[in-house]
């Protein structure tokens, strides 16, 4: 590491090297100082930034809070290695004049095949047959299986990978029900869905998916009031953020029966999960890994990098979370070969 060239503090990730991050930041003539792979808590991460004093903050899941954003001498980035900004303090980032970052459109295809995968998993018992049969049980004519055709599916969200799922599910066949604000009748029908109000998607999908951030306003956006709206043969899909769902009101509804099951790539309280959902049968968890493909994290890690040093050589990036005025380069003259390459096509 070169003690005169600034620094970049890659606070955890989800992949097993840095390698990507630095070679990207090397060549743009930034170091790079990656803390440990599993998220600290938020004073770790506190306690990492004061030691380094980067100008630019990445983080896949960690917290990076006021406290993380106010204690270097020249911020100029924080980067979310993901999409959601849940675990940045963005209000304290713009504030500071802070240029914050995401990467919303690298895992559209995988987080839509895995909600697609959880649906299928449900109507046609894939998990629970292969459990069967590796303990020894051959037993067809217990099959209770449901046509996929027949189902009536609710999206709640309606962004990229909620249209990337409703395309998706057309070649089922099923009929598709969604909510989202900003999904106009016209659009709607020329994409084959139903623009529906979330009390009546709720009343009516035998499949209900999450595609929605995690926002103050949709914190638990799914409690015990929604839940005992579904019908009582329901599915609760959630590959999106974990806080929408209130957990234990899922796990009470789960105990009474007042909806079928639940398939969950994402939960309140990673990566703890309740006991009383996986005391249940009918409910599916995967350990938040809908986003993941050799390709998605591979493009996620690039665009992500190539986003911080277009903020910090004075470039606007391509996916601002924040509306400040542009900063200063941070090194005059820097450059990536990667990123000029992309902006000239």
Same mark, same amino acid.
């Given at each position: 590491?070169?003690?005169?060239?600034?620094?970049?503090?890659?606070?955890? =990730?989800?992949?097993?090297?840095?390698?990507?991050?630095?070679?990207?930041?090397?060549?743009?003539?930034?170091?790079?100082?990656? /803390?440990?792979?599993?998220?600290?808590?938020?004073?770790?991460?506190?306690?990492?930034?004061?030691?380094?004093?980067?100008?630019?903050?990445?983080?896949?899941?960690?917290?990076?809070?006021?406290?993380?954003?106010?204690?270097?001498?020249?911020?100029?980035?924080?980067?979310?290695?993901?999409?959601?900004?849940?675990?940045?303090?963005?209000?304290?980032?713009?504030?500071?004049?802070? =240029?914050?970052?995401?990467?919303?459109?690298?895992?559209?295809?995988?987080?839509?095949?895995?909600?697609?995968?959880?649906?299928?998993?449900?109507?046609? /018992?894939?998990?629970?047959?292969?459990?069967?049969?590796?303990?020894?049980?051959?037993?067809?004519?217990?099959?209770?299986?449901? =046509?996929?055709?027949?189902?009536?599916?609710?999206?709640?969200?309606?962004?990229?990978?909620?249209?990337?799922?409703?395309?998706?599910?057309?070649?089922?066949?099923?009929?598709?029900?969604?909510?989202?604000?900003?999904?106009?009748?016209?659009?709607?029908?020329?994409?084959?869905?139903?623009?529906?109000?979330?009390?009546?998607?709720?009343?009516?999908?035998?499949?209900?998916?999450?595609?929605?951030?995690?926002?103050?306003?949709?914190?638990?956006?799914?409690?015990?009031?929604?839940?005992?709206?579904?019908?009582?043969?329901?599915?609760?899909?959630?590959?999106?953020?974990?806080?929408?769902?209130?957990?234990?009101?899922?796990?009470?509804?789960?105990?009474?029966g007042i909806i079928a099951g639940a398939a969950l790539d994402v939960l309140d309280e990673e990566p703890e999960v309740d006991p009383r959902l996986l005391a249940h049968a009918s409910v599916t968890v995967t350990p938040h890994v809908a986003f993941s493909s050799d390709e998605s994290v591979v493009e996620l890690r690039t665009?992500?990098?190539?986003?911080?040093?277009?903020?910090?050589?004075?470039?606007?990036?391509?996916?601002?979370?924040?509306?400040?005025?542009?900063?200063?380069?941070?090194?005059?003259?820097?450059?990536?070969?990667?990123?000029?390459?992309?902006?000239?096509?």
């Amino acid at each position: 590491m070169d003690s005169t060239r600034p620094v970049v503090v890659l606070t955890d =990730r989800a992949w097993p090297d840095d390698e990507i991050e630095r070679r990207i930041l090397d060549a743009a003539g930034f170091d790079l100082v990656a /803390g440990p792979a599993d998220p600290g808590t938020a004073e770790e991460i506190e306690a990492l930034v004061t030691a380094h004093d980067p100008v630019a903050i990445m983080t896949c899941w960690a917290r990076v809070s006021d406290a993380a954003v106010a204690a270097p001498s020249n911020l100029g980035a924080v980067a979310r290695m993901g999409v959601g900004l849940d675990n940045i303090d963005v209000e304290a980032a713009t504030a500071r004049g802070v =240029r914050v970052t995401n990467v919303p459109d690298y895992c559209v295809e995988e987080v839509s095949d895995h909600a697609v995968a959880l649906i299928l998993n449900w109507t046609r /018992g894939i998990t629970s047959f292969d459990a069967q049969v590796r303990t020894g049980s051959w037993n067809p004519a217990g099959a209770r299986l449901a =046509r996929t055709a027949s189902k009536t599916v609710g999206l709640v969200g309606f962004g990229r990978i909620g249209r990337a799922t409703a395309r998706k599910l057309t070649g089922f066949r099923t009929r598709i029900l969604v909510t989202d604000p900003t999904l106009g009748a016209d659009e709607a029908a020329d994409l084959g869905v139903e623009r529906t109000p979330l009390d009546e998607l709720l009343a009516t999908a035998q499949i209900v998916v999450l595609h929605v951030p995690l926002l103050p306003t949709t914190h638990h956006l799914i409690g015990a009031e929604q839940l005992a709206a579904m019908r009582a043969d329901a599915l609760l899909v959630n590959v999106s953020r974990g806080g929408l769902v209130d957990t234990v009101a899922l796990a009470d509804a789960l105990d009474h029966g007042i909806i079928a099951g639940a398939a969950l790539d994402v939960l309140d309280e990673e990566p703890e999960v309740d006991p009383r959902l996986l005391a249940h049968a009918s409910v599916t968890v995967t350990p938040h890994v809908a986003f993941s493909s050799d390709e998605s994290v591979v493009e996620l890690r690039t665009k992500a990098t190539e986003e911080v040093v277009r903020v910090l050589t004075g470039r606007p990036p391509h996916y601002p979370c924040n509306d400040i005025a542009e900063p200063d380069p941070i090194t005059a003259g820097a450059t990536s070969p990667a990123v000029d390459a992309k902006e000239d096509k």
